[in-house]
């Protein structure tokens, strides 16, 4: 008897062995489902007062070239509340603009961007799966349905679906996405937002110039990911941030710095802080008319690149 309890023991067991990989696969298709569109249909939400919405425009769009589709008023949000609306669409970048004619409701003002998603009940779910908080629960909007989601570290987004399938035309350069995040909720925040974006980590690294964050002479940790919401660079701090580091929420990449930030000037915008050069990549930020603050960034071509590394290697010798 006890010889005939011990095989069924191990049989039991080992049906549980082999049936825990089977439910493990499930359980991880069912909580990563595609969402994602492209990286063009992500939107950086500004909001400015009604009397600088034409100033933004006019500044923004001769900055980075592009241009604006019909200014509308319209309600955007689950509440009572009216804005004109109209969205901003670059080759570096798109900008949905507001500009609240009445009180802003909460918590919107407070997202950063918005992302495109197939399927806008699949996306909450998935988002809900992969740690997220919804804020706002779906409602609908004059062209769809939206929600808005937190993720740890207390970042929010919006995301949203179409009646119409949008078509808009690729980015000539993607656009980052700018997350500010403590170090008690880094590993959270990058573990939630893979799991929901099915992106991967392109690079990391725990000692990035301090610079980069207004701390020259130290260092911060650094994590870029990209998936086919786009680019995202988590900039993980201690939050003593010197002004205006943790307000820019985009970074834009230009060909030519020297020639943008010249542009932007003439076009009414202040250039916070000036350019500098860190790991081969030049960058400076910005502030608009209306005061959206964005950075602004180069990188060299890999030709460039390589004959920088290799003029540095030959002075080394």
């Known amino acids: 008897m006890k010889r005939l309890s011990a095989s069924i023991l191990l049989l039991s067991v080992a049906a549980l062995v082999a049936a825990a990989p089977a439910v493990a696969r499930d ?22 007062a009604p009397d600088d919405v ?17 200014q509308v008023v319209a309600t955007v949000t689950p509440t009572p509340s009216s804005t004109t609306s109209q969205l901003l669409q670059t080759p570096v970048g798109t900008v949905s603009l507001f500009g609240f004619k009445t009180p802003v409701p909460y918590p919107f003002g407070a997202e950063r961007n918005g992302y495109l998603v197939s399927d806008i009940d699949v996306a909450i779910k998935a988002a809900r799966a992969a740690g997220a908080d919804v804020i706002v629960t779906t409602f609908p909007d004059p062209i769809g349905r939206d929600a808005v989601i937190q993720w740890p570290g207390g970042v929010n987004m919006q995301i949203y679906w179409h009646t119409t399938k949008p078509n808009y035309a690729a980015f000539e350069k993607i656009p980052e996405n700018r997350v500010y995040v403590s170090a008690d909720r880094a590993d959270a925040f990058v573990r939630s ?16 110039p301090g610079i980069e964050i207004g701390k020259a002479g130290q260092t911060y940790k650094r994590i870029r990911i990209e998936s086919a919401f786009g680019k995202m660079v988590v900039l993980v701090t201690d939050g003593q941030l010197p002004y205006p580091y943790g307000r820019e929420t985009t970074g834009y990449e230009v060909a030519d710095l020297d020639a943008t930030l010249a542009k932007a000037k003439s076009a009414g915008a202040t250039v916070l802080v000036e350019p500098y050069t860190s790991e081969g990549r030049s960058a400076a930020i ?27 290697e030959r002075a080394l010798k």
Do not use: C, N
């Not at 069912?30 to 492209?38: D, I, K, Q, Y």
């Not at 769009?61 to 592009?66: A, D, I, M, N």
């Open 27 to 48: 359980a991880g298709k069912a909580g990563t489902e595609m969402v994602a569109v492209a990286p063009q249909y992500d939107t950086t939400h500004v909001y400015v």
């Open 193 to 208: 937002f893979l799991a929901f974006s099915r992106g991967k980590v392109v690079s990391q690294t725990a000692k990035a």
């Open 54 to 70: 034409d100033k933004f425009v006019s500044s923004f769009l001769t900055t980075f070239g592009g241009q604006s589709t019909k």
């Open 286 to 312: 910005v502030q608009f008319p209306g005061g959206y603050i964005a950075e602004i960034h180069a990188t060299p071509s890999k030709h460039a690149a390589r004959a920088e590394q290799q003029s540095l």
